[in-house]
Structures are given as structure tokens and as C-alpha cells.
């Protein structure tokens, strides 16, 4: 099977984490995983949701959005609120990125994530999740070491894959041309201690089998401990 960048079924595309991309935002990365970029800042308020007030808890949560020429054709800004699709995804890192955090350290705070795809060649939720994990890290470790807070936020790194079945294949961290011809479409949100936080799979007008699923989560956990690496390069310690 002919791949882009020439790699196996079971390779990443060539990935990349920028730290510090934007200079005003708490923690900022610029994560480029193929063609695909995604912009993930991070940004800390003292005014968390009026729901959680007196609840001791903080909260974490996601923004995403395509910018108008991320892809072949221009996409129109979503001036009059989030689509469908930008909602699922946003909801989905919202989630990622909560899954593992201890949200009483986090008390009175609002920590926002907001991923702006620069340009899209398939896996954008996915490299929003890796790359929205890192700024948030970044940002919440200023925001202790300002605050003088000893409290442990994170058990556990967060990251995210795609995989996919193409012409009866596994394959791993799927690009648009790939994702858009699957018969089998997945994507993994994995904690660093292995288990997973969600698993999105849907067939594509095809179906799949448990001995097909447990080698597309084989394949996602393989590329997890790769991107893994990236995380904890950028981010050695948990905030």
C-alpha cells in the first residue's frame, strides 16, 4: 500500500509540537502532524461556569474551528454559532482533556482550549487533542508555580489517534485522502497509564469485525506511546 510520506500501515505521518507559538497565551502549541496544523492555545480565567459555583471544582473545556481556506475550498466562519460537527468536536477534547484532570485543584478557575485547524488533512480532532493537552499543561504549570499550588492536577497524559480499515488493511493516523476512502473509521483517546478515554468507530457503509477492532486498537496504542513521546518532550512533568 502506497502511503503518503512512504511509511508503513503502522507509522505516524511526521509530527511536530511547537511550544510558545503565541507569546500572550498562557500556553500555547503549534502541533503539525502531515499537513495537517492545528493551533491550540490555552487561556485561564478566574471565572469559571455560574453552574459550578460552590462546588469547589474548576472547569476545562474546548474550542474548535476550521479557518476559511484550512481546506480545498473555503469554509465560511461560523458567525452564527457552531455547526453540528463543530460542536461534537469541541465537546469531544472538552472531554479528552477533563478526563483525567482532578478539577477540585483547579478550584475557581476557568481553563479554555481553543484549536483553530490552520489547514486540515485529516486527523484534526485527534492533533487538537495532542497538541490542546500540552498547551493546557503548559499554562497550568505557570499558573502553579505563580499561585504557589503544590496540588497534583493531572494523573495521567492525554493523547489521541486515528485508525481506519482501507482496502481491508489496518492502517494508522489516517490523512484526508485516506480517512475520505475508508471502509472503517476510528479515532482513539488514550491515557498514558493505557486505558482508553474514548473510542469513536464507525463503518463506512462497511462493517468490521472483533478480531478487526482489536487490531485497529493494537495499531492506535502503538501510535499513542509515539505521540506520548512528543507530549512529555514539551511537558516532562504533569502540572
Not at 493551533?39 to 478566574?46: D, I, M, P, Q
Not at 461556569?49 to 474548576?58: A, F, I, M, T, V
Not at 486505558?195 to 485497529?216: D, H, K, P, V
Amino acid at each position: 500500500m502506497q502511503r503518503s510520506y512512504n511509511r508503513s500501515v503502522s507509522q505516524l505521518r511526521p509530527l511536530k509540537l511547537t511550544p510558545d507559538f503565541v507569546s500572550c497565551a498562557e500556553g500555547s502549541v503549534l502541533i503539525e502532524v502531515g499537513k495537517t496544523r492545528v493551533l491550540c492555545n490555552a487561556s485561564l480565567s478566574t471565572k469559571p461556569p455560574q453552574w459550578l459555583e460552590g462546588s469547589g471544582k474548576g472547569w476545562i473545556t474546548a474550542e474548535y474551528s476550521l479557518l476559511p481556506r484550512s481546506t480545498n475550498s473555503r469554509v465560511q466562519r461560523e458567525r452564527k454559532g457552531a455547526s453540528g460537527r463543530t460542536q461534537e468536536i469541541q465537546r469531544l477534547i472538552g472531554r479528552s482533556l477533563r478526563a483525567t484532570a482532578d478539577l477540585s485543584a483547579i478550584d475557581g478557575v476557568l481553563a479554555t482550549v481553543d484549536c483553530d485547524v490552520i489547514e486540515a488533512d485529516g486527523g484534526t480532532r485527534t492533533a487538537s487533542i495532542v497538541g490542546g493537552f500540552v498547551a493546557l499543561g503548559l499554562a497550568l504549570q505557570k499558573w502553579k508555580q505563580e499561585n504557589n499550588i503544590q496540588t497534583q492536577i493531572f494523573k495521567d497524559y492525554v493523547t489521541a489517534v486515528s485508525v481506519g480499515i482501507l482496502n481491508g488493511t489496518p492502517i494508522l493516523d489516517l490523512d484526508y485522502v485516506e480517512d475520505s476512502s475508508a471502509e472503517v473509521d476510528m479515532n482513539l483517546v488514550v491515557a498514558s497509564n493505557g486505558s482508553f478515554i474514548e473510542i469513536q468507530g464507525t463503518g463506512e457503509e462497511a462493517t468490521y469485525t472483533r478480531s478487526e477492532l482489536n487490531a485497529l486498537l493494537d495499531m492506535g496504542e502503538i501510535g499513542a506511546k509515539e505521540l506520548l513521546k512528543a507530549q512529555r518532550n514539551l511537558l516532562p512533568e504533569l502540572p
